[in-house]
């Protein structure tokens, strides 16, 4: 999943949780939509290279955080999102930091279990990044209670090896380091015979090649936006259920 596919199946799932305001969470939803029906048609248009991966995902993501964070952080209910977005887009993120570090300084990256953005997607290893940064992130968003925190870093950790379980087919290694058995619920949705036929895996959007994917290049599949707008239904019938169980209750 993409970053900013991230940054929207993270605030859903506190919507669904009720964590989160109902015009909030439509102001999040919005820019993503946005940020998809621009770069659909920028990529089908233009036919760029792989700048255009390099702008969606190492820039226009921080600014959507770094928006969010300002807009937030003095909000108490909203701070625990802030959190949660810390785990799914910058501590779990790490890991392609170290994928192209790896290409850079070698010129290849080690496959298998090892790969750095392998390991650092599963739940185990989780623990450690959300472990070191809950410090640093009780004290920013100035949230009293340690262990609340570590646990919604761990949380919005835990949602993106989710989601790039789903909508993706990068190898998760969800039993790491005990086992090298690779999960991805993406194959379900696309037979390998023949490639992407299944409707969730079909290439949404196909960007160039690169030394790390040649035969893909950058790939956004079908899966990502499909789940954010499943995920999209059930949150504003969640709203709407609420909305008329307070109009109904004898208290109202």
């Known amino acids: 999943m993409t970053p900013l ?15 989160i305001k109902l015009k909030d969470f439509t102001k999040i939803l919005i820019a993503y939509l946005l940020s998809m029906i621009v770069i659909y048609f920028w990529a089908s248009w233009f036919k760029p290279t792989l700048w255009i991966m390099y702008f969606y995902d190492d820039i226009t993501w921080v600014i959507f955080l770094f ?20 785990g799914s887009q910058v501590l779990s993120g790490f890991s392609h930091a170290f994928d192209r570090l790896s290409l850079i300084l070698f010129g290849t990256v080690s496959t298998g279990m090892w790969e750095p ?5 599963s739940p185990l290893f989780a ?8 410090p640093i992130v009780t ?36 039993a790491w380091p005990f086992s090298d058995f690779k999960w991805s619920i993406y194959q379900a949705f696309a037979p390998p015979i023949p ?47 609420r909305y008329l169980l307070g109009k109904t209750s004898p208290s109202s």
């Open 117 to 121: 953005h392998n390991f650092w997607h």
């Open 139 to 174: 004290r920013f968003l100035k949230i009293p209670n340690r262990g609340l925190v570590f646990l919604t870093l761990y949380l919005g950790y835990s949602l993106h090896v989710l989601a790039d379980t789903i909508t993706y087919d990068f190898p998760i290694y969800w």
């Open 5 to 19: 596919g991230h940054l929207a199946f993270t605030t859903q799932t506190f919507s669904l949780a009720g964590l």
């Open 195 to 241: 490639a992407g036929s299944g409707l969730f895996g079909h290439p949404f959007i196909n960007v160039g090649t690169s030394a790390y994917n040649a035969q893909w290049g950058w790939v956004m599949y079908a899966a990502e936006p499909a789940i954010i707008a499943i995920l999209m239904v059930y949150c504003y019938l969640i709203y709407l259920i």
């Open 127 to 134: 623990i450690m990044p959300c472990l070191v940064f809950t």
């Open 67 to 86: 928006i969010v964070i300002y807009r937030y952080r003095s909000e108490p209910g909203a701070r625990l999102l802030i959190a949660a977005l810390v």
